[in-house]
């Protein structure tokens, strides 16, 4: 049975959109990805298609620090 995932979750988003929200470059979390994917905990960052989607933990984790308002 497959798992669902509540994609209008606030916790997700697409990895522009994230690095916006973290007050980085458009191409942040793909640069990470490629150069260390380690930083990522395990379940955080994923490729659907052509579209790279990270959660809110991600982030945290990556970026040291939480969303910028």
């Given at each position: 049975?497959?798992?669902?995932?509540?994609?209008?979750?606030?916790?997700?988003?697409?990895?522009?959109?994230?690095?916006?929200?973290?007050?980085?470059?458009?191409?942040y979390?793909?640069?990470?990805?490629?150069?260390?994917?380690?930083?990522?905990?395990?379940?955080?960052?994923?490729?659907?298609?052509?579209?790279?989607?990270?959660?809110?933990?991600?982030?945290?984790a990556?970026?040291?620090?939480?969303?910028?308002?």
């Open positions: 049975m497959a798992k669902h995932i509540n994609l209008n979750d606030e916790e997700i988003m697409t990895a522009k959109e994230a690095a916006l929200r973290w007050g980085k470059a458009p191409d979390v793909r640069q990470i990805l490629r150069s260390n994917p380690t930083r990522f905990p395990e379940g955080t960052v994923r490729l659907l298609g052509r579209q790279l989607i990270v959660t809110r933990e991600g982030m945290e990556v970026t040291g620090h939480g969303e910028i308002k």
